[in-house]
Protein backbone atom coordinates (compact mmCIF):
# COMPACT_ATOMS: atom_id res chain seq x y z
CA UNK A 1 0.00 0.00 0.00
CA UNK A 2 1.13 3.15 -1.34
CA UNK A 3 2.32 5.92 1.67
CA UNK A 4 0.35 8.65 2.64
CA UNK A 5 0.79 12.01 1.51
CA UNK A 6 2.69 14.47 3.79
CA UNK A 7 0.34 16.88 4.67
CA UNK A 8 1.56 20.62 4.61
CA UNK A 9 -0.69 23.66 5.87
CA UNK A 10 0.35 27.23 5.40
CA UNK A 11 -0.83 29.45 7.90
CA UNK A 12 -1.56 33.26 6.62
CA UNK A 13 -2.12 35.83 8.95
CA UNK A 14 -2.91 39.41 7.58
CA UNK A 15 -0.27 41.23 6.08
CA UNK A 16 1.12 37.75 4.90
CA UNK A 17 4.10 38.50 2.66
CA UNK A 18 3.15 37.12 -0.97
CA UNK A 19 6.51 35.69 -1.79
CA UNK A 20 7.06 33.94 1.69
CA UNK A 21 3.57 32.34 0.67
CA UNK A 22 4.26 31.71 -2.77
CA UNK A 23 7.56 29.18 -2.01
CA UNK A 24 6.10 26.71 -0.14
CA UNK A 25 2.87 27.16 -2.35
CA UNK A 26 5.16 26.25 -5.65
CA UNK A 27 7.34 23.82 -3.74
CA UNK A 28 5.03 21.73 -1.63
CA UNK A 29 1.58 22.50 -4.13
CA UNK A 30 2.63 22.81 -7.05
CA UNK A 31 5.81 20.84 -7.55
CA UNK A 32 5.13 18.64 -4.87
CA UNK A 33 2.98 15.67 -5.69
CA UNK A 34 2.63 12.93 -4.95
CA UNK A 35 5.11 13.04 -1.47
CA UNK A 36 2.86 16.18 -0.29
CA UNK A 37 -0.47 17.73 -0.31
CA UNK A 38 -0.66 21.41 0.59
CA UNK A 39 -3.12 23.45 1.88
CA UNK A 40 -3.88 27.32 3.03
CA UNK A 41 -5.64 28.47 6.23
CA UNK A 42 -5.91 31.58 8.11
CA UNK A 43 -6.88 31.88 11.25
CA UNK A 44 -10.59 31.97 9.83
CA UNK A 45 -11.94 30.78 6.39
CA UNK A 46 -12.04 33.32 3.98
CA UNK A 47 -10.09 36.46 2.54
CA UNK A 48 -6.65 37.31 4.15
CA UNK A 49 -5.34 40.60 3.39
CA UNK A 50 -1.70 40.48 1.76
CA UNK A 51 1.33 42.79 2.39
CA UNK A 52 0.63 44.18 -1.01
CA UNK A 53 -2.86 44.52 -0.55
CA UNK A 54 -4.22 41.70 -3.02
CA UNK A 55 -6.38 39.35 -0.60
CA UNK A 56 -5.31 35.72 -1.09
CA UNK A 57 -8.14 33.37 0.28
CA UNK A 58 -7.90 30.52 2.93
CA UNK A 59 -10.45 27.93 2.26
CA UNK A 60 -9.91 26.75 5.71
CA UNK A 61 -9.79 28.16 9.40
CA UNK A 62 -7.39 27.36 12.49
CA UNK A 63 -8.68 23.87 12.45
CA UNK A 64 -6.58 23.02 9.34
CA UNK A 65 -3.76 22.71 11.54
CA UNK A 66 -4.97 19.84 13.75
CA UNK A 67 -4.43 17.20 10.81
CA UNK A 68 -1.02 18.79 9.23
CA UNK A 69 1.85 17.16 9.72
CA UNK A 70 4.02 20.32 8.78
CA UNK A 71 2.98 23.88 9.48
CA UNK A 72 4.27 26.54 7.73
CA UNK A 73 4.01 30.13 9.12
CA UNK A 74 5.01 33.17 6.30
CA UNK A 75 6.26 36.16 6.70
CA UNK A 76 3.66 38.99 7.68
CA UNK A 77 3.25 42.86 8.72
CA UNK A 78 4.14 44.03 12.27
CA UNK A 79 1.03 44.94 12.95
CA UNK A 80 -1.31 41.90 13.07
CA UNK A 81 -4.13 42.09 15.57
CA UNK A 82 -2.84 40.83 18.81
CA UNK A 83 -5.80 38.71 19.04
CA UNK A 84 -5.17 36.81 15.68
CA UNK A 85 -1.64 36.90 16.50
CA UNK A 86 -2.73 35.08 19.97
CA UNK A 87 -4.86 32.50 18.18
CA UNK A 88 -2.01 31.81 15.93
CA UNK A 89 0.88 30.90 18.22
CA UNK A 90 -1.59 28.83 20.54
CA UNK A 91 -2.19 26.89 17.76
CA UNK A 92 1.20 26.02 16.33
CA UNK A 93 1.95 25.16 19.68
CA UNK A 94 -0.80 22.96 20.03
CA UNK A 95 0.02 20.94 17.16
CA UNK A 96 3.57 20.92 17.48
CA UNK A 97 3.24 19.07 20.85
CA UNK A 98 0.80 16.92 18.89
CA UNK A 99 4.06 15.87 16.54
CA UNK A 100 3.46 18.20 13.86
CA UNK A 101 6.62 19.75 12.75
CA UNK A 102 6.54 23.69 12.12
CA UNK A 103 8.29 26.08 10.32
CA UNK A 104 8.48 29.69 9.43
CA UNK A 105 9.79 31.86 6.91
CA UNK A 106 11.08 35.67 7.49
CA UNK A 107 8.52 37.47 10.15
CA UNK A 108 6.78 33.95 10.35
CA UNK A 109 9.19 33.17 13.32
CA UNK A 110 7.31 35.72 15.38
CA UNK A 111 4.57 33.20 15.36
CA UNK A 112 6.70 30.13 16.87
CA UNK A 113 8.28 32.23 19.19
CA UNK A 114 5.41 33.18 20.80
CA UNK A 115 4.39 29.68 20.41
CA UNK A 116 6.98 28.79 22.75
CA UNK A 117 8.91 26.29 20.39
CA UNK A 118 11.86 28.26 19.72
CA UNK A 119 12.76 28.54 23.71
CA UNK A 120 16.59 27.43 23.77
CA UNK A 121 16.33 26.91 20.37
CA UNK A 122 18.28 28.68 17.46
CA UNK A 123 16.26 30.68 14.96
CA UNK A 124 16.70 33.06 12.14
CA UNK A 125 14.39 35.85 10.50
CA UNK A 126 14.84 38.56 8.12
CA UNK A 127 17.97 40.40 8.77
CA UNK A 128 15.96 43.88 9.48
CA UNK A 129 13.69 41.74 12.12
CA UNK A 130 16.65 39.85 14.05
CA UNK A 131 17.66 42.52 16.63
CA UNK A 132 13.75 42.88 16.99
CA UNK A 133 13.08 39.16 17.13
CA UNK A 134 16.26 38.86 20.30
CA UNK A 135 14.72 41.54 22.01
CA UNK A 136 10.76 40.27 22.47
CA UNK A 137 12.10 36.67 22.75
CA UNK A 138 14.98 36.92 24.94
CA UNK A 139 15.45 33.02 25.13
CA UNK A 140 15.43 32.33 21.81
CA UNK A 141 19.14 32.45 20.36
CA UNK A 142 18.73 34.30 17.41
CA UNK A 143 21.76 33.73 14.52
CA UNK A 144 21.19 37.08 11.92
CA UNK A 145 23.23 36.10 9.41
CA UNK A 146 22.17 32.87 8.07
CA UNK A 147 20.15 31.70 5.45
CA UNK A 148 17.69 29.26 7.50
CA UNK A 149 18.52 27.12 10.53
CA UNK A 150 17.34 23.45 11.03
CA UNK A 151 16.45 22.64 14.11
CA UNK A 152 14.96 18.90 13.55
CA UNK A 153 11.14 19.65 13.79
CA UNK A 154 11.54 23.18 14.11
CA UNK A 155 12.79 25.19 11.09
CA UNK A 156 13.34 28.77 10.45
CA UNK A 157 14.66 30.85 7.54
CA UNK A 158 15.71 34.90 6.56
CA UNK A 159 12.78 36.74 4.29
CA UNK A 160 11.69 35.66 0.63
CA UNK A 161 13.38 34.01 -1.31
CA UNK A 162 15.53 32.28 1.52
CA UNK A 163 11.95 30.56 1.90
CA UNK A 164 12.80 28.72 -1.32
CA UNK A 165 15.95 27.41 -0.07
CA UNK A 166 14.35 26.20 3.00
CA UNK A 167 11.97 24.67 1.70
CA UNK A 168 14.07 22.58 -0.63
CA UNK A 169 16.05 22.12 2.29
CA UNK A 170 13.19 20.57 3.85
CA UNK A 171 11.91 18.09 0.33
CA UNK A 172 15.84 17.26 0.45
CA UNK A 173 15.22 16.20 4.10
CA UNK A 174 12.68 14.02 3.50
CA UNK A 175 13.17 12.61 -0.15
CA UNK A 176 16.62 13.27 -0.98
CA UNK A 177 19.24 15.39 -2.97
CA UNK A 178 17.84 13.96 -6.57
CA UNK A 179 14.15 14.90 -5.61
CA UNK A 180 14.79 18.15 -4.59
CA UNK A 181 17.03 18.70 -7.77
CA UNK A 182 13.92 17.90 -9.48
CA UNK A 183 11.76 20.73 -8.43
CA UNK A 184 14.71 23.06 -8.08
CA UNK A 185 14.87 22.39 -12.04
CA UNK A 186 11.45 22.91 -12.52
CA UNK A 187 11.54 26.49 -10.22
CA UNK A 188 14.23 27.33 -12.65
CA UNK A 189 16.25 27.84 -8.71
CA UNK A 190 19.51 26.66 -7.54
CA UNK A 191 19.10 23.48 -6.09
CA UNK A 192 21.12 24.29 -2.65
CA UNK A 193 22.05 26.94 -0.52
CA UNK A 194 23.73 25.78 2.51
CA UNK A 195 21.63 27.12 5.69
CA UNK A 196 24.99 28.83 7.29
CA UNK A 197 25.41 31.04 4.24
CA UNK A 198 24.85 34.78 4.63
CA UNK A 199 21.36 36.04 4.00
CA UNK A 200 22.78 39.18 1.56
CA UNK A 201 26.41 39.35 0.03
CA UNK A 202 27.41 43.30 -0.13
CA UNK A 203 28.93 43.33 -3.42
CA UNK A 204 27.80 46.21 -6.08
CA UNK A 205 26.75 45.55 -9.10
CA UNK A 206 29.98 45.22 -11.52
CA UNK A 207 30.26 47.11 -14.35
CA UNK A 208 31.96 45.91 -17.92
CA UNK A 209 35.55 46.73 -16.60
CA UNK A 210 34.91 44.17 -13.63
CA UNK A 211 33.16 41.30 -16.38
CA UNK A 212 36.53 39.51 -16.46
CA UNK A 213 37.09 39.65 -12.61
CA UNK A 214 34.77 37.14 -11.55
CA UNK A 215 35.50 33.61 -10.02
CA UNK A 216 32.64 31.78 -11.57
CA UNK A 217 35.10 29.83 -14.47
CA UNK A 218 36.98 28.96 -11.30
CA UNK A 219 34.20 27.12 -9.75
CA UNK A 220 33.26 25.68 -12.84
CA UNK A 221 36.91 24.72 -13.38
CA UNK A 222 36.48 23.34 -9.27
CA UNK A 223 33.28 21.28 -10.26
CA UNK A 224 35.22 19.35 -12.75
CA UNK A 225 37.74 18.33 -10.06
CA UNK A 226 35.95 17.78 -6.99
CA UNK A 227 38.15 14.23 -6.62
CA UNK A 228 41.36 16.31 -7.10
CA UNK A 229 42.70 18.52 -3.85
CA UNK A 230 41.21 22.21 -3.99
CA UNK A 231 42.67 24.11 -1.59
CA UNK A 232 42.66 28.43 -1.37
CA UNK A 233 46.27 28.23 -2.98
CA UNK A 234 45.24 25.51 -5.44
CA UNK A 235 41.78 27.91 -6.24
CA UNK A 236 43.85 31.24 -6.27
CA UNK A 237 46.37 30.29 -8.92
CA UNK A 238 43.95 29.18 -11.55
CA UNK A 239 42.14 32.71 -10.85
CA UNK A 240 45.90 33.82 -11.54
CA UNK A 241 45.48 35.48 -7.82
CA UNK A 242 47.03 35.73 -4.53
CA UNK A 243 45.34 33.74 -2.12
CA UNK A 244 44.73 36.01 0.21
CA UNK A 245 43.13 38.62 -2.71
CA UNK A 246 41.22 35.04 -4.06
CA UNK A 247 39.85 34.19 -0.68
CA UNK A 248 38.36 37.76 -0.57
CA UNK A 249 36.80 38.31 -3.52
CA UNK A 250 35.52 34.65 -3.51
CA UNK A 251 33.15 35.73 -0.40
CA UNK A 252 32.49 38.65 -1.97
CA UNK A 253 30.89 36.54 -4.95
CA UNK A 254 29.30 34.01 -2.62
CA UNK A 255 28.79 34.63 0.97
CA UNK A 256 31.00 31.86 1.74
CA UNK A 257 34.53 30.73 2.13
CA UNK A 258 36.02 28.82 -0.51
CA UNK A 259 37.07 25.31 1.78
CA UNK A 260 33.09 25.64 2.45
CA UNK A 261 32.01 25.76 -0.94
CA UNK A 262 33.87 22.99 -2.01
CA UNK A 263 32.77 20.91 0.94
CA UNK A 264 29.21 22.04 0.25
CA UNK A 265 30.13 21.01 -3.97
CA UNK A 266 31.42 17.66 -2.50
CA UNK A 267 28.60 16.79 -0.17
CA UNK A 268 25.62 17.39 -3.28
CA UNK A 269 27.32 14.76 -5.24
CA UNK A 270 28.41 12.50 -2.82
CA UNK A 271 24.32 12.31 -1.91
CA UNK A 272 23.68 12.21 -5.69
CA UNK A 273 26.20 9.07 -6.03
CA UNK A 274 24.59 7.10 -3.30
CA UNK A 275 21.03 7.80 -4.34
CA UNK A 276 21.81 6.76 -8.14
CA UNK A 277 24.64 3.92 -7.98
CA UNK A 278 25.75 1.37 -6.07
CA UNK A 279 29.40 2.24 -5.90
CA UNK A 280 30.79 1.41 -2.68
CA UNK A 281 31.56 4.18 -0.30
CA UNK A 282 34.72 3.79 -0.49
CA UNK A 283 34.41 4.54 -4.42
CA UNK A 284 32.05 7.18 -3.80
CA UNK A 285 34.67 8.86 -0.84
CA UNK A 286 37.26 8.86 -3.51
CA UNK A 287 35.08 10.46 -6.14
CA UNK A 288 34.29 12.96 -4.53
CA UNK A 289 37.24 14.11 -2.78
CA UNK A 290 37.21 12.93 0.57
CA UNK A 291 39.36 10.33 0.40
CA UNK A 292 38.34 7.77 2.51
CA UNK A 293 34.91 6.32 3.62
CA UNK A 294 35.89 7.17 7.33
CA UNK A 295 36.42 10.62 6.62
CA UNK A 296 32.94 10.54 4.30
CA UNK A 297 31.06 9.17 7.64
CA UNK A 298 32.62 11.47 9.55
CA UNK A 299 31.39 14.81 7.77
CA UNK A 300 28.16 12.93 6.86
CA UNK A 301 27.55 12.41 10.95
CA UNK A 302 28.38 16.29 11.66
CA UNK A 303 26.71 17.83 8.50
CA UNK A 304 23.66 15.43 7.71
CA UNK A 305 23.66 13.65 10.89
CA UNK A 306 23.72 10.39 9.14
CA UNK A 307 25.60 8.17 7.46
CA UNK A 308 26.45 7.25 3.82
CA UNK A 309 24.78 3.73 4.23
CA UNK A 310 21.66 5.17 6.37
CA UNK A 311 21.25 7.71 3.81
CA UNK A 312 21.71 5.39 0.32
CA UNK A 313 18.60 3.34 2.63
CA UNK A 314 16.82 6.55 2.96
CA UNK A 315 16.98 8.08 -0.72
CA UNK A 316 18.45 5.12 -3.20
CA UNK A 317 16.62 5.56 -6.31
CA UNK A 318 14.82 2.55 -7.67
Given at each position: MPNRAHRVVALALDGVILLD?????????????????????????????????????????I????????????????DVEPETFAIAADAVAQAHGTGARVMSICTGAFVLAEAGV?????????????????????????????LYVDEGKVLTSAGVAAGLDLCLHVIRRDHGAAEAARIARRTVVAPHRDGGQAQFVARPIADEADEGASLEATRAWALDRLNQPLDVTTLARRA??????????????????????VLDQRTRVAQGLLETTDLP??????????????????????RLATTPTAYRRAFRQG
Amino acid sequence: MPNRAHRVVALALDGVILLDLAAPTHLFGHCGAPHYTFSLAGVRPGPVRSSTGIDVVAPAGIEALWDADTIIVPGMDADVEPETFAIAADAVAQAHGTGARVMSICTGAFVLAEAGVLDGRRATTHWDSTERLARRYPKVSVDPSVLYVDEGKVLTSAGVAAGLDLCLHVIRRDHGAAEAARIARRTVVAPHRDGGQAQFVARPIADEADEGASLEATRAWALDRLNQPLDVTTLARRACMSPRSFARRFRQETGTTPAQWVLDQRTRVAQGLLETTDLPVEHVAARTGFGSATTLRTHFGRRLATTPTAYRRAFRQG
